[in-house]
């Protein structure tokens, strides 16, 4: 259930009613070694850093700076919504999200504030009752970044599926929220549209593919030969002596106690019904074997 703004006490933030202030954002995630718990919920500034374990990354790609947001109703549903995305599995998703992914769909919340702000004045979130006001976002956000034009229909893509997590997690806001389903739940790729020139690349022509081709047909029909040969020729080099793997009667002749102290390890002598071999042979076949194994 959304709760008014206006009840509000006036000179006291909004709080949520889905998380406690003192409650850590990263709980559940493995962190580096002695990074420390991380922030907690009521901090304007989450370095989420502690949970990406992938090195040399910049700065800005795990830092959401909430206090950028002026709106506290806004800034809290900003908090909840990347708070859900960190700890929860959200619906038509396999696993929790990256620390960049959030860090990037908290920058596009951000901008859809800005957006509304600037061009919807007093617009909530809860009052959008129409894909108008998203297409507009859609079409200001293309033209306002550096998209380059073959790219624009992915972009526009990318950032539908943002509005769609972001009504998917409605659950987890305490003042806002985007109630309606951003174009009826239509997938990205419709709304997106037709990629520029898609599939406008031109046919490989026969002399450029040929000798790829007579190559390709050169490795099945020649090399491939020699190839099975030489791992055939490997297999069989790796094999015990005789064809057949070590017996408790095959041993070297200094592995045991016994036959050491009856003179068995010396050159030529070998107890009587057991198959002796030199130490540096057995040694390098128990090597071999090991190895085929």
Not at 31 to 51: C, H, N, Q
């Amino acid at each position: 259930m959304i709760r008014n703004a206006a009840a509000v006490p006036a000179g006291a933030g909004p709080v949520s009613a889905h998380v406690a202030p003192d409650t850590i954002v990263l709980r559940g995630r493995v962190l580096k070694e002695g990074a420390g718990p991380g922030p907690v919920f009521a901090d304007d500034y989450w370095d989420i850093s502690p949970a990406y374990h992938l090195p040399n990354h910049h700065r800005g790609q795990t830092g959401l700076h909430f206090d950028k947001i002026a709106d506290p109703v806004w800034r809290l549903t900003a908090k909840e919504f990347a708070y859900a995305r960190l700890t929860e599995i959200t619906e038509g998703c396999t696993k929790l999200p990256a620390p960049p992914t959030v860090t990037r769909e908290a920058r596009e919340l951000r901008g859809l504030f800005d957006y509304l702000e600037e061009f919807h004045p007093g617009l909530r979130l809860r009052e959008i009752t129409d894909d108008a006001v998203l297409e507009g976002f859609l079409d200001h956000r293309i033209e306002l970044g550096r998209t380059k034009p073959q790219h624009r229909v992915q972009e526009r893509a990318r950032l539908k599926w943002f509005l769609t997590l972001l009504f998917r997690t409605r659950a987890s806001m305490t003042f806002d929220c985007l109630e309606r389903i951003p174009w009826d739940g239509r997938p990205a790729r419709l709304v997106a549209g037709r990629r520029t020139q898609e599939n406008a690349t031109p046919r490989i022509p026969p002399q450029v593919l040929a000798p790829y081709l007579r190559g390709a047909l050169f490795y099945v029909q020649v090399v491939s030969k020699d190839i099975l040969a030489s791992l055939a020729e490997q297999e069989r080099l790796r094999r015990p002596l005789g064809g057949t793997r070590a017996s408790p009667r095959a041993t070297p002749a200094a592995s045991s106690p016994r036959s050491s102290r009856s003179g068995a390890g010396k050159a030529g002598a070998c107890p009587p019904g057991r198959t002796c071999l030199p130490t540096r042979h057995a040694r390098s076949w128990t090597t071999g074997a090991s190895t085929a194994r």
